[in-house]
């Protein structure tokens, strides 16, 4: 497998982002944030931003966005109709084509820097036919094993395809795979790395940043919610320093950008009675920082999890790793086949318990629901006011009680269902 294919289409259309920087951001996990944070800051530094972020949560132009704004869906229609002229006889995956319409309706645009976010891999991920002027690698872990292998070595190695000879590399992650920095010696990548090119510190009011050549101090947290967005910034700011010839950011740029991002979905806490949270942590890795998230929130009498996820999952892990603070799961079916199914999420659930595998509340309860929106509304209208409910898992779930607006919860009162 190789990406010729998509390269050939994109010759054929002629793609290309000219002397526009392209910033091209894989990893495990704080892809979408990272990729959220660069928007912002240059959206405030006054630069025109196009941004390829994906899966979306709801409505599918989410992941084009230009100016800090979805690009209307029927703008794309004619960049769909490129794409299947110019790949002629040639057959493309959903993948491919989407990813080669959304970047061909970005060129469209005047653009002063454009944001790529990689799919699951980065060798063969589609959006690695375009080559990035900084690319930037966050947190490694394990998931997609059987594309990217079996450990992390495997997976820094699939991600570390994104590099290009004499260009930056961001690594963000603070133990990355020694695979990461053996690609970017044989490459000849400028490698920037956590803890020796770049350093952040702070204390429980601000926090400052040190780079090669650059500093900021006395900055406040970013809005982004959750205990690696530090890490995630860090690595932000450090884009900004190796592009700064090119794109020069102001102080005042990184305060107000990292100050008003926003993400949708990442450790979003909604306030109400009961409290809200919507995370789409489906890893290991994430879960496992979720649940530091929430255990820092403070105390709340019970919570309750409404859960869907992907049957490819490694859904002991997930579970064991936040099992400990849910009082009520609510797992619910998702509309899609590869995902696993409301009752054997329960299934699963029990056999961890049985085995000693996972450690919950004695007197955890379960139900099956046949969509997340269902499992949020039977959670709202069992829960007390001074309770917390979270949504977590598959895109698909946290998408599944979006697609009508913010559910906005209040005592005595539960989302409606269309």
């Known amino acids: 497998m190789t990406l010729a294919r998509v390269a050939q289409v994109r010759e054929a259309l002629g793609l290309s982002f000219g002397e ?58 004619p960049h769909f109709a490129a794409v299947d002229a110019a790949r002629g006889d040639l057959a493309l995956t959903y993948f491919e084509f989407t990813t080669l319409a959304i970047l061909h309706r970005l060129a469209a645009e005047p653009l002063d820097l454009v944001i790529l976010e990689v799919g699951l891999g980065g060798r063969l991920d589609a959006v690695n036919v375009i080559d990035a002027d900084c690319s930037v690698i966050t947190s490694i872990d394990l998931d997609h094993t059987e594309y990217l292998g079996p450990d992390r070595e495997s997976v820094g190695r699939e991600k570390a395809h994104i590099m ?14 020694a695979s990461i920095a053996a690609h970017a010696e044989a490459v000849g990548a400028d490698l920037r790395q956590l803890g020796r090119d770049f350093t952040y510190s702070g204390d429980r009011q601000q926090w400052q940043w040190a780079g090669r050549n650059r500093r900021y101090s006395g900055m406040s947290y970013p809005a982004l919610r959750g205990v690696n967005q530090l890490l995630n910034a860090a690595g932000v700011l450090a884009v900004f320093e190796a592009l700064y010839e090119r794109l020069p950011i102001s102080a005042q740029a990184v305060r107000a950008g990292l100050a008003l991002v926003e993400l949708p979905g990442r450790f979003q806490v909604v306030p109400g009675s009961p409290m809200l949270v919507l995370d789409v942590a489906h890893n290991p890795h994430a879960v496992a920082a979720l649940a530091q998230n929430l255990d820092q929130m403070g105390f709340y009498p019970r919570t309750r999890a409404v859960f869907g996820a992907m049957a490819d999952k490694d859904l002991a892990n997930i579970l064991s790793r936040i099992a400990p603070l849910i009082d009520h799961w609510h797992f619910c079916d998702l509309p899609i086949p590869r995902a696993a199914t409301a009752q054997a999420l329960v299934q699963r659930f029990e056999e961890g318990r049985a085995q000693g595998l996972l450690k919950s509340p004695a007197d955890v309860g379960t139900s099956v629901h046949p969509d997340p929106a269902t499992a949020l509304a039977a959670a709202a209208s069992q829960a007390d006011p001074a309770d917390r409910i979270l949504v977590f898992g598959s895109f698909y779930t946290v998408g599944g009680v979006l697609k009508h607006g913010l559910p906005r919860l209040g005592a005595g009162v539960v989302p409606e269902l269309p």
């Open 164 to 177: 290009r000879p004499g260009k930056p590399v961001v690594v963000s992650d603070p133990m990355p795979p």
């Open 20 to 77: 526009t920087p392209v910033v091209m951001v894989a990893g495990t996990n704080g892809k979408g944030s990272t990729c959220a944070m660069l928007e912002s800051v240059a959206l405030q530094a006054g630069y025109r931003v196009g941004l390829y972020i994906k899966p979306h949560l709801v409505h599918f132009q989410e992941r084009c966005r230009v100016d800090g704004r979805p690009v209307d869906a029927a703008s794309l229609l």
